[in-house]
């Protein structure tokens, strides 16, 4: 029998209360947060739950929400993948815009370690644990956190071309 | 301060003065890359080096790293269609395909079963042009020239065969939203008919020349192998995974794009080692023309695209003589058609693994963001544990076997 959303909900808010919730399927993927200090005992029970069995770590990304409250202004995704049952879930953890912290996965999953050192490069998101959190893609000396929504694409100085007219606004909300 | 963090010359200083202390010997430390011609792309690994055997290494990235998902975030959806090209460019139409699927997903279009067909031809074209490069470059690699000469021109006609769909080789850019800018011309389905007479046997004689071929076992067989438990954590997928054991695949376990009206293995092989990476891809160009066959002999007729005039690019003949026709290429080219908010993570199965898309659109002309997930940059970070022990020289067959692209490693 197929592992059910209902299933993975029940367990999890049984074995983590008010640390989980937010449960909504979004298309074909059940998603839902967790409180960033417990995201990695949950995703650890995830993994090594004999009914869960979340075994494979798909992905793992940062998301900068700057309109948020300040306690949710960052999130780190992961999109973890059941293979036995051959269910997905993506798992959010919203962090503060201060001071984005969060548990590294690199204990459970080695594959983490490259992830979220591009998330930290992208985000400046620290991941407490990681055993080599420094710039992945990005030059070491780099001082911005290029993914963040407040650093432009482009120089904003530029005065021969509007880019509201290409759809290159920094801002979306100003397009409309 | 933790040594992991200390550029790799100077934490291997501390190695190599202790190393040297112990029993005299000398260690060097060796850059392999980042331009180099055994690393196909830029980036660089830094080993450490006793002789010729690897002590340790690490890979450094980033050299070509363009902002792709930057860029995403700052342009409407047809314009991130090139971007998806440029990130394993050996087999970009299934990067295009992925990216409008996932964009059909967000805005739930059901597209035509014709296009779904022709879908899956030319992404199964794509893997074995993908295929066909690595494999043969691998043989390089081990001094085996010829055989990189003899196939490579199969994957010229796999591009005569993308030009004659799209207009483009490498970079295809190829479709829209909701199917493909018209319809296969006869021409296309001739040479594809051509290339799936010619090409076996020439597969069949390439893989004579090196599978059973003593050199080319020797230098493959117990190189770079990784366990099915380790390759798992690391988070493989596609052949390279696979190689290790487990048959994982996309186009199996979550079918998109009509791949469950096909009859297909999956190989498998067992070690995961290079040889086995090699074979399993050798094989698996076979199941891509099973799948290319079944899918011609059972083309329907219908639509090549969904009809969505909202986002769907019109014609350019109509744009040039219809009104209507060019207010829509207007709209959809500058973005004022928003995809609705939402949150979509699609899979394909890439040349070299599990490609993802992972879009947050909050209802404006461009995504909120766009992250790609890269089979190649998750499983690159494992190289080093591969060739820990080895030769440098099998370093060199691990790291072609493993088919790391670098446009899409940095993306």
Redesign the interface.
């Given at each position: 029998m197929a592992l059910e959303s209902a299933v993975i909900e029940d367990k999890l808010t049984g074995a983590f209360g008010d640390n989980v919730s937010g449960f909504v399927q979004?298309?074909?993927?059940l998603?839902f947060e967790v409180q960033a200090d417990n995201a990695n005992a949950i995703l650890q029970y995830l993994k090594e739950d004999a009914l869960l069995r979340f075994?494979?770590?798909?992905?793992v990304?940062g998301?900068?929400y700057p309109d948020n409250e300040k306690e949710r202004q960052f999130a780190v995704?992961y999109?973890m993948h059941n293979?036995m049952d051959?269910v997905?879930i993506?798992v959010k953890a919203y962090l503060n815009g201060d001071t984005p912290e969060i548990d590294t996965a690199t204990n459970l999953?080695?594959?983490a370690?490259?992830?979220e050192r591009?998330t930290y490069d992208?985000y400046g998101i620290i991941f407490k644990g990681h055993?080599?959190?420094?710039?992945?893609?990005?030059?070491d000396e780099m001082e911005s956190f290029?993914?963040r929504k407040e650093f432009p694409?482009?120089d904003g100085g530029r005065t021969d071309k509007d880019d509201r007219f290409f759809?290159?606004?920094?801002d979306?909300?100003l397009?409309? | 301060m933790?040594d992991?963090?200390l550029p790799p010359e100077e934490r291997y200083a501390k190695i190599i003065k202790q190393r040297q202390n112990e029993d005299g010997s000398e260690l060097a430390i060796l850059n392999l890359g980042p331009t180099h011609p055994a690393t196909h792309g830029i980036f660089q690994n830094i080993l450490l080096m006793d002789g010729e055997r690897i002590v340790d290494g690490e890979g450094t990235?980033?050299y070509i790293?363009r902002?792709f998902?930057?860029?995403a975030?700052?342009?409407?959806f047809y314009?991130i269609t090139p971007l998806t090209d440029r990130m394993n460019y050996c087999s970009s139409p299934i990067n295009n395909m992925g990216w409008w699927m996932t964009l059909e997903?967000?805005l739930d279009i059901e597209v035509p079963k014709r296009v779904q067909y022709l879908r899956v031809i030319v992404m199964e074209l794509a893997r074995i042009a993908d295929h066909i490069i690595c494999n043969s470059v691998l043989g390089v690699d081990t001094g085996a020239l010829t055989g990189f000469l003899y196939v490579f021109q199969y994957r010229e006609k796999i591009y005569e065969i993308y030009e004659e769909i799209c207009g483009a080789r490498l970079t295809t850019n190829m479709g829209r939203i909701g199917g493909f800018e018209r319809d296969w011309s006869p021409a296309a389905f001739k040479k594809i008919n051509d290339f799936l007479e010619e090409f076996p046997p020439i597969w069949t004689e390439f893989e004579n020349l090196l599978m059973r071929n003593r050199i080319f076992m020797d230098r493959t067989i117990d190189v770079g192998p990784i366990s099915a438990e380790?390759a798992?954590?690391?988070?493989f997928t596609g052949p390279n995974l696979r190689a290790a054991g487990i048959d994982?695949d996309v186009r199996v376990?979550?079918p998109y794009s009509s791949y469950e009206d096909f009859e297909f293995d999956v190989p498998v092989g067992k070690s995961g080692d290079t040889y086995d990476r090699f074979c399993v891809r050798s094989a698996e160009v076979w199941e891509s023309i099973k799948i290319i066959k079944q899918a011609l002999a059972k083309l329907p007729e219908g639509p090549f695209h969904a009809n969505v005039p909202d986002y769907y690019l019109p014609p350019k003949e109509e744009v040039y003589t219809n009104m209507e026709a060019l207010i829509y290429h207007f709209k959809i080219v500058?973005?004022e058609v928003?995809v609705p908010k939402?949150?979509?993570?699609h899979?394909v199965e890439g040349g070299n693994g599990?490609l993802?898309f992972?879009l947050?659109t909050?209802g404006?002309?461009?995504p909120?963001?766009l992250?790609f997930?890269r089979p190649c940059?998750?499983?690159?970070?494992?190289f080093n544990e591969m060739v820990r022990g080895q030769m440098l020289s099998d370093a060199i067959a691990t790291l072609s076997s493993l088919n790391v692209i670098a446009g899409e490693l940095?993306a």
């Open positions: 979004i298309k074909d993927i998603s075994n494979f770590l798909t992905d990304c998301v900068h995704v999109h293979w051959n997905r993506r999953f080695l594959g370690n490259w992830q591009e992208f055993p080599q959190l420094k710039r992945i893609l990005n030059m290029p993914m694409m482009e759809g290159r606004s920094t979306n909300a397009n409309f | 933790s992991l963090l990235v980033g790293h902002a998902e930057k860029i975030e700052n342009r409407p314009q997903k967000a380790r798992m954590s690391y988070g994982y376990m979550q500058m973005g928003p939402t949150e979509v993570y899979p599990e993802g992972y947050i909050d404006s002309r461009t909120f963001r992250h997930r940059f998750i499983y690159y970070q494992a940095d």
